[in-house]
């Protein structure tokens, strides 16, 4: 049910964000890409008819940039002066505005639901449906907190989502001998299933996930994991002795690139690695990104199909899914607290690729040739959000060729 309202989502917000010439376009492609995940989104949030709606789409874009930039703002000031320094960090006002307006957005919305149940009537089904129904367990005790919820759930499904997917496309570009055989194998699953994408037709796309999985190994968000600071001594089981006001973190990029988990992946400096993580100074991070990188789209395809050999020898090889967690893949958190929403961003993710890639040619801007190179900030690897790439709306005859 909800996979079918999304694909009607996707088909909808890329039609009407991405060029539909058949001529090339230069394209910021994250800005598109964001407003097309904060729709698709939204309309599991809201319904098809809300996440539309310009105030809506402001707030879930916005609301995540300055809460963010104010963490970082008021991060500079001593903890004792911070009551003072609230006065130097613009994005809390801006914060505040945001609630306002989410506010005078979701309240009116909320009553007419509240109206809905009490007549009896058909209500949606969507996340502001269900947490209406599941307030009193969430302990959400007024409409005006109930759409502050709503606001919150912002956080931590547009960008994060839409770094991954931009990241995607630069890897796309950058290697375009990849995108027949996904739009083979999207065909293909399509046909299988009646035109229609289930949960189970989007399982079925184990190249497309594959590819993914590889991106994201290659493109983390961070340089490091589970970023703790630490307020008092603590002794672990082991009896390391960890003192107070220390930062403590995980390596993520240093296993991500293990040539003994992952062969052939470029190699990085032992030594910038322990210094960039001993001093956690960003301006060492820039130099563990090599030129030389091994991006293999079907890495994980045949792990899971059994035609390579398992390095790290997982009970079953369905843990080389994208959505899979473990002590080698931490992209989602590992444990009781792994992120419980990553199986909806991976089917957002295949969608919004699948629909591209069926509907578009693409392709770097003359004269590149090299993948885009990321950002590095503070520990953060992120596209930039800045790079163009190449797009052409495909016409029918040439989709048919396509999927012959």
Request: aromatic fraction near 8%; hydrophobic fraction near 40%.
């Amino acid at each position: 049910m909800i996979n079918a309202r999304l694909c009607e989502e996707v088909q909808r917000s890329v039609q009407a964000e991405l060029p539909q010439s058949r001529d090339w376009n230069a394209v910021v492609i994250n800005e598109k890409l964001l407003r097309i995940v904060a729709m698709v989104s939204g309309n599991a949030f809201l319904g098809p008819d809300l996440c539309r709606r310009d105030e809506y789409l402001h707030a879930s874009i916005w609301y995540a940039v300055d809460v963010n930039m104010a963490v970082r703002g008021l991060k500079r000031w001593p903890r004792l002066l911070r009551p003072l320094g609230q006065y130097f960090v613009p994005q809390l006002s801006r914060i505040a505005e945001h609630k306002r307006r989410a506010k005078a957005f979701f309240e009116p919305v909320i009553r007419e639901r509240r109206a809905m149940m009490k007549r009896g009537d058909p209500v949606p089904e969507d996340m502001l449906q269900w947490m209406l129904l599941k307030s009193d367990d969430f302990h959400i005790h007024d409409d005006a907190e109930l759409a502050f919820q709503q606001l919150s759930l912002t956080l931590a499904s547009i960008h994060s989502t839409t770094m991954t997917l931009t990241q995607m496309i630069f890897d796309l570009v950058s290697q375009p001998e990849v995108v027949p055989v996904l739009r083979e194998e999207i065909g293909s699953v399509l046909k299988e299933n009646g035109g229609v994408l289930t949960t189970q037709a989007l399982f079925s796309m184990k190249v497309l996930d594959s590819f993914m999985r590889e991106s994201q190994r290659m493109n983390p968000l961070s340089m490091t994991r589970f970023t703790r600071y630490v307020e008092k001594p603590v002794t672990l089981r082991d009896g390391t002795r960890i003192p107070a006001s220390v930062i403590i973190e995980a390596p993520f990029i240093a296993i991500t690139r293990d040539p003994e988990l992952y062969p052939n992946p470029e190699v990085l400096s032992s030594l910038f690695t322990f210094l960039a993580l001993l001093l956690h100074r960003p301006s060492v991070y820039p130099l563990l990104i090599l030129e030389e990188q091994t991006f293999d789209p079907y890495r994980f395809s045949r792990l899971r199909s059994g035609q390579a050999k398992d390095s790290i020898g997982y009970k079953s090889p369905e843990q080389y899914q994208f959505v899979s967690v473990s002590k080698e893949n931490l992209n989602f958190g590992f444990g009781r607290n792994a992120c419980p929403g990553r199986f909806f961003a991976a089917n957002e993710i295949k969608l919004i690729l699948a629909r591209i890639l069926l509907d578009f040619d693409l392709k770097m801007p003359e004269g590149r040739t090299k993948r885009y190179e990321n950002l590095v900030i503070a520990g953060g690897i992120i596209p930039d959000t800045k790079n163009k790439i190449l797009l052409r709306k495909i016409s029918r005859s040439e989709k048919n060729i396509h999927h012959r």
